[in-house]
Nanobody, 124 residues
């Protein structure tokens, strides 16, 4: 079984920085896609950034160059470096990954997994 474990959230003053991590544990063979979403109270979940296995990256328009997504394939971990944080960035940040697993010598098709989320609070 695969689990995504996020860390790095917290409270930070506007203009500050945080680095989120998402580690995939279990019978992980490869991670074709890793994404960060966020959900603020009363709002729908929205995509923040995505990165594929080869390293193709996309950002939501609201990122405006403030965030950087990256990954360490050897560590099976993705990162979201957030800078110039604004009050509007306050949300629960969730990691999503499309993961291929291998077990008992069998390589399986990719499935989607979600982390439990980490709270990011930006205060003035």
């Amino acid at each position: 079984q695969v689990q995504l474990v996020e860390s790095g959230g917290g409270s930070v003053q506007a203009g500050g920085s945080l680095r989120l991590s998402c580690e995939a544990t279990g019978s992980v063979f490869s991670i074709p896609l890793m994404e960060w979403y966020r959900q603020a109270p009363g709002k729908e979940r929205e995509l923040v950034a995505s990165i594929t296995g080869p390293g193709t990256i996309n950002y939501a328009p609201f990122v405006r160059g403030r965030f950087t997504i990256s990954r360490d394939n050897a560590k099976k971990t993705g990162y979201l470096q957030m800078s110039s944080l604004e009050l509007e960035d306050t949300a629960v940040y969730l990691c999503h990954a499309r993961v291929r697993t291998r077990g008992m010598g069998v390589l399986r098709d990719a499935n989607d997994y979600w982390g439990r989320g980490t709270q990011v609070t930006v205060f003035s």
